[in-house]
């Protein structure tokens, strides 16, 4: 299974761009990237997910290199309220293929006024 | 849809009784997960359904540990006898069975066992 290694925590400024790495260097070819956060005592949200090219919604965007050994998030104006544990996971294909998602450490995204 | 709907938020209990938690996930959702997320270990997936049937409960703890998946719209995560090292937030998420969507995560159950 594919490990992900993310920063412990950071802080940004509000208003400006929030930029979270992920290191995935073991990552099969058919593994997806996703990213979830964790707001304090909430149950993790889903923010984006992807394979190998660039995507972005509502909520963030995922950049992620030509290689796939990395990725970043991005949320492009954060607000206190982006203030949460954000998670990089590498999606588990197993041999029924329903993809269970498993969480490591994260990291600790404070957003400072 | 409400959502992935759990209860109790909160359960108190001694040690030594059983404890159960309840699910209901999305309705469609074919995939359901149990989780655990304590300070020190984080967020343990214990085990998952698919179309209710259990497909790895690699991460069940114990024999204490039993879930069970009635029916589409209803699970239990069932702990017998309860310990204080049991306390922890279970989360419950469900998903389409499509492998590649999001899994959308209850609130979740505070368990504290004194």
């Known amino acids: 299974d594919a490990k992900t290694t993310q920063p412990p925590s950071m802080d940004c400024a509000e208003g400006r761009a929030a930029n979270l790495p992920c290191n995935h260097s073991t990552i099969s070819g058919n593994e997806y990237v996703y990213w979830y956060r964790q707001i304090h005592s909430q149950g993790p949200q889903y923010i984006i997910h992807g394979l190998k090219n660039n995507e972005t919604n509502e909520m963030a965007s995922l950049i992620i290199t030509e290689d796939r050994k990395s990725s970043t998030l991005i949320l492009p104006h954060a607000t206190l309220r982006d203030t949460a544990v954000y998670y990089c996971?590498?999606?588990?294909?197993?041999?029924?293929?329903?993809?269970?998602?498993?969480f490591g450490q994260g990291t600790t995204l404070q957003v400072k006024p | 849809d409400a959502g992935v709907i759990q209860s109790p938020r909160h359960e108190v209990t001694e040690m030594g009784q059983e404890v159960t938690l309840r699910c209901k996930p999305i309705s469609g959702h074919n995939s359901l997960f149990w989780y655990r997320q304590t300070m020190m270990r984080g967020l343990e997936l214990l085990i998952y359904f698919n179309n209710n049937v259990p497909i790895d409960d690699s991460g069940m703890p114990e024999d204490r540990f039993s879930a069970k998946m009635p029916n589409a719209s209803f699970s239990t995560l069932k702990i017998q006898p309860s310990e204080p090292r049991d306390s922890a937030v279970y989360f419950c998420?469900?998903?389409?069975?499509?492998?590649?969507?999001?899994?959308?995560f209850g609130q979740g159950t505070r368990l504290t066992v004194v």
């Open positions: 998420a469900s998903r389409t069975g499509t492998s590649n969507t999001e899994a959308f």
């Open positions: 996971i590498v999606r588990v294909a197993g041999s029924s293929n329903t993809g269970k998602l498993i």
